[in-house]
């Protein structure tokens, strides 16, 4: 179902799951506020759960048994194990701003086969685009009704009667992505498959021009799972000063993200989530993009080694 955004996406599937005050929501820190944000538009609590530094998505025995719901970010594209739970919360939903096109074994990520939704986003940034847009999927009939009337001011319209008549009984918003940008939404997803295997063909030529350099490669997928690689980020030894040289010779790497219980917004959980901390410390992502290039990348791959 598409919404305006992966933000109102991710409000939309916390609403539809009946999340509200008196629940806790995990999520990891390492990811953009959206994630969160989305459990607190709601009124529920939000809890930061540390990360597993190996794969940078929330280590799964760091999520309390006792959660109500889980908001589970594929970092970078690459999934989370949703198998990996002990005890599966009463609600889960994925954030796959990362990940469309991803694969896991049991199939595609945003089939649901773990979780009660799964939220896309279509920002200019993502591996596509609508310039704006996002998406829930899921496989519950009862669900999908409560998402379409979040989405749409929470209309309820009778079947029988004159077409004028309308209800609302629990408040929604105006969440609805435009014909037009459905429209660019649907030809790029046509190109999905082919602009996903770009990016892992060049995440490939990235590791093995890389391997020879000081520095940690991102987590591969394991065999039965493909990567959506959303980002490529590699983390380095004095991030800060490698940052600035390869921007001063106009490379366009980034950092993601500044963790969540950093955001002032977040101060008052007053959580400590070590490996979070020091994953973010180290992290940059080097630009990874269909249309980069071998050349671009060769570029980018001299800049990274002169600044090490
Ligand atoms: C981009 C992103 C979002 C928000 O999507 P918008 O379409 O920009 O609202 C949410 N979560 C993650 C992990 C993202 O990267």
């Known amino acids: 179902m598409a919404f305006s955004s992966g933000t109102a996406a991710l409000h939309g599937a916390a609403a ?11 999520t990891t820190a390492l990811s953009f506020s959206a994630s969160a944000n989305a459990a607190r538009y709601v009124g529920a609590a939000v809890a930061l759960a540390d990360i597993d530094p190996d794969t940078l998505n929330l280590d799964p025995a760091a999520v309390p048994r006792d959660t109500d719901a889980l908001i589970a ?12 739970l002990d005890t599966r919360p009463r609600v889960v939903i994925e954030d796959a701003a990362h ?12 089939n649901c086969a773990h979780s009660d939704m799964c ?38 319209q009778p079947s029988t009667g004159p077409a004028w008549q309308y209800d609302i009984e629990e408040l929604g918003y105006n969440y609805r992505l435009s014909d037009i940008h459905a429209a660019l939404g649907s030809s790029q997803l046509r ?9 892992n063909r060049l995440a490939e030529r990235y590791r093995s021009l890389l391997e020879d350099l000081p520095i940690t490669l991102p987590p591969e997928a394991e065999p039965g799972w ?3 690689y959303h980002l490529f980020a590699v983390r380095v030894d004095h991030r800060r000063r490698v940052y600035e040289m390869l921007r001063s010779r ?22 400590s989530l070590p490996r979070t901390d020091e994953a973010y410390e180290r992290l940059l992502s080097l630009p990874l993009f269909p249309s980069l290039g071998d050349a671009d990348q060769d570029q980018v791959v001299e800049a990274l080694r002169s600044s090490l």
Do not use: M, W
Not at 73 to 84: E, I, N, Q
Not at 191 to 199: C, G, K, M, Q, W
């Open 73 to 84: 970010v594929h970092y970078a594209g690459l999934p989370f194990d949703l198998r990996s």
């Open 119 to 156: 939220c896309f986003s279509f920002h200019p940034v993502k591996t596509i685009t609508t310039t704006e847009g996002g998406a829930v999927t899921t496989n519950d009939r009862v669900l999908a009704d409560r998402l379409r009337r979040f989405r749409h001011h929470g209309i309820q």
């Open 99 to 110: 990940a469309i096109g991803a694969l896991t074994p049991d199939g595609a990520v945003g």
């Open 16 to 26: 539809a799951a009946g999340l509200g005050p008196g629940d806790t929501v995990t």
């Open 226 to 228: 493909r990567h959506g």
């Open 250 to 271: 106009g490379i366009g790497v980034q950092v993601h993200y500044v963790p969540i219980h950093h955001l002032t917004a977040y101060e008052d959980l007053e959580v």
């Open 191 to 199: 190109r999905l498959d082919a602009f996903v295997a770009e990016r």
